[in-house]
């Protein structure tokens, strides 16, 4: 039975190993900036995901992620969890999502948002290695549509930091399955104790009737 506790104990934690979730920070630096006509150095697009690898494949994708964040103007942009703020309406779309260690990050999407009363939209579409746009439009008659283009280049840089991550179930459940084994070794011996005492108890009691009998 110790060996049943202590060998699922390790093979949950082996799994949590590949299965916690855990959050990585992202930065792109330097695009090409198309109504300017001109490269900014100095220009970032900045967010974090977080996500576990449940198939322990290596690769972090669409469906295993359980956030998704672009850094955007004042707020953050939730690219998974769009909110409902009155009088603004929200929408979100990940299309593509894609991170590895080895081939590094690759995603697509949208995210807009738009005020029901005025008509106003602002929205920001991405995708990674061509382009990310960021404009506004009115439902006013005579308001005038803008937009701003910025391109990948060759001399776009990603810098990507991971975070610590958190305890997932899988390891928690090792751990409870590691303290029920151990409990139970500890009863065990506690039990085998007990036994061995009573049987030693009841042959002293056995040895002292028959001493007992062939006294006068």
Same mark, same amino acid.
């Given at each position: 039975?110790?060996?049943?506790?202590?060998?699922?104990?390790?093979?949950?934690?082996?799994?949590?190993?590949?299965?916690?979730?855990?959050?990585?920070?992202?930065? !792109? *630096?330097?695009?090409?900036?198309?109504?300017?006509?001109? !490269?900014?150095?100095?220009?970032?697009?900045?967010?974090?995901?977080?996500?576990?690898?449940?198939?322990?494949?290596?690769?972090?994708?669409?469906?295993?992620?359980?956030?998704?964040?672009?850094? &955007?103007?004042?707020?953050?942009?939730?690219?998974?969890?769009?909110?409902?703020?009155?009088?603004?309406?929200?929408?979100?779309?990940?299309?593509?999502?894609?991170?590895?260690?080895?081939?590094?990050?690759?995603?697509?999407?949208? &995210? !807009?948002?738009?005020?029901? &009363? *005025?008509?106003?939209?602002?929205?920001?579409?991405?995708?990674?290695?061509?382009? +990310?746009?960021?404009?506004? !439009?009115?439902?006013?008659?005579?308001?005038?549509?803008?937009?701003?283009?910025?391109? +990948?280049?060759?001399?776009?840089?990603?810098?990507?930091?991971?975070?610590?991550?958190?305890?997932?179930?899988?390891?928690?459940?090792?751990?409870?399955?590691?303290?029920?084994?151990?409990?139970?070794?500890?009863?065990?011996?506690?039990?085998?104790? *007990?036994?061995?005492?009573?049987?030693?108890?009841?042959?002293?009691?056995?040895?002292?009737?028959?001493? &007992?009998?062939?006294?006068?």
């Amino acid at each position: 039975m110790k060996r049943l506790f202590l060998g699922a104990a390790a093979l949950l934690t082996c799994a949590a190993a590949h299965s916690q979730s855990a959050t990585w920070t992202f930065t !792109y *630096t330097g695009f090409y900036d198309n109504e300017a006509q001109v !490269y900014r150095p100095d220009l970032t697009l900045k967010g974090e995901f977080t996500g576990a690898d449940l198939d322990a494949d290596g690769v972090i994708e669409r469906t295993e992620l359980s956030g998704f964040q672009l850094f &955007h103007g004042f707020f953050p942009l939730d690219l998974l969890n769009c909110p409902t703020v009155y009088p603004d309406s929200y929408g979100c779309t990940v299309e593509r999502f894609f991170f590895s260690e080895a081939a590094g990050l690759d995603f697509s999407g949208d &995210h !807009y948002r738009s005020n029901m &009363h *005025t008509g106003n939209t602002e929205y920001l579409r991405f995708a990674t290695g061509i382009s +990310w746009v960021t404009g506004h !439009y009115s439902g006013r008659a005579g308001s005038e549509p803008g937009s701003s283009v910025f391109f +990948w280049t060759p001399q776009t840089s990603l810098s990507i930091v991971s975070s610590v991550p958190e305890p997932g179930q899988a390891t928690l459940l090792a751990l409870g399955l590691g303290a029920l084994a151990f409990g139970g070794l500890r009863r065990t011996r506690r039990l085998r104790y *007990t036994v061995r005492f009573r049987l030693s108890r009841a042959r002293h009691d056995r040895y002292l009737r028959r001493c &007992h009998s062939y006294l006068p």
